[in-house]
């Protein structure tokens, strides 16, 4: 079974950039399709980003341009870096397989976009 760790939010002002990571532990990391997901105070968790085992990207509108998903399957590690941050992306920030599955959320980790 795959546990997932995420960590790297922080405060941060608008245009400055933070690199999430999500920590993976068990063998089928490398096969499964990872996403990005957040949750702003009072919005339903959304998909930002997902790469599949073959590094096929895809992203929602709102990052486009200014977030990248990556992964290293020899640390079971999948990265989110994101910059030219706005408040709007204040959430909590979780990663899960794509499609997510229940037994998969974590605690998530806090960016927090403010001047």
């Known amino acids: 079974q795959v546990q997932l760790v995420e960590s790297g939010g922080g405060l941060v002002q608008p245009g400055g950039s933070l690199r999430l990571s999500c920590a993976a532990s068990?063998?089928?990391?490398?096969?499964?399709?990872m996403g990005w997901y957040r949750q702003a105070p009072g919005k339903q968790r959304e998909l930002v980003a997902t790469?599949?085992?073959?590094?096929?990207?895809n992203y929602a509108d709102s990052v486009k341009g200014r977030f990248t998903i990556s992964r290293d399957n020899a640390k079971n590690t999948v990265y989110l870096q994101m910059n030219s941050l706005k408040p709007e992306d204040t959430a909590v920030y979780y990663c899960?397989?794509?499609?997510?599955?229940?037994?998969?959320w974590g605690q998530g980790t806090q960016v927090t976009v403010s001047s």
């Open positions: 899960n397989t794509n499609p997510p599955s229940n037994i998969y």
């Open positions: 068990g063998s089928i990391f490398s096969i499964l399709t």
């Open positions: 790469i599949t085992r073959g590094t096929t990207i």
